[in-house]
């Protein structure tokens, strides 16, 4: 009995380490895209392309100890024979209240920085969608003569009879 006890204090204790570890790694995330944000608008291009490196790793690690979180998740449902689809509010009353209220604040917190980084990515998205349509309009009623226009590399207009196709060799 007192062993079974130990291994359920033993998975709960990893769940909330796991919880703990989600909000910091979205915290750093939202830290990143408000740097993102910073970079984009002072135009440090540089540092921007290494912030980007880290917030694709920050990302990688959140995938990683998410899928790892829902799996412990699942552990703890099935422990307690909960069916696979049952939330966490669920799951609560089983725990006891110390580890009920611990695990419903943790999973708060990491709702509440989730949302955050909604916010801040969708408020990024939209910063650089206004500033690069006002450029390509801007470009537009300027030189006027240059749309739909295909260019060399030297910068020398060249004939082209087919409808022209811009490839993004990145993808």
Not at 93 to 103: M, V
Not at 143 to 164: C, M
């Amino acid at each position: 009995m007192k062993n079974r006890e130990t291994e359920s204090v033993r998975m709960l204790e990893n769940y909330v380490s796991f919880l703990h570890g989600e909000i910091s790694l979205f915290s750093a995330f939202s830290a990143l895209l408000e740097k993102i944000r910073f970079q984009v608008k002072n135009r440090k291009w540089q540092e921007l392309e290494n912030t980007i490196d880290t917030i694709n790793k920050t990302g990688e690690d959140i995938c990683t100890i998410e899928n790892t979180r829902h799996v412990a998740f699942c552990i703890l449902k099935e422990k307690y024979g909960l069916p696979p689809d049952a939330p966490l509010k669920l799951l609560s009353p089983f725990l006891g209240s110390e580890w009920g209220k611990r695990i419903t604040t943790l999973s708060v917190k990491l709702k509440l920085e989730v949302i955050k980084v909604q916010s801040q990515a969708k408020g990024l998205n939209c910063y650089i969608r206004s500033v690069s349509g006002f450029l390509t309009r801007f470009f537009e009623e300027v030189y006027p003569h240059t749309k739909g226009k295909i260019y060399s590399r030297q910068g020398k207009t060249k004939d082209n009879t087919e409808n022209p196709y811009i490839v993004n060799k990145q993808l």
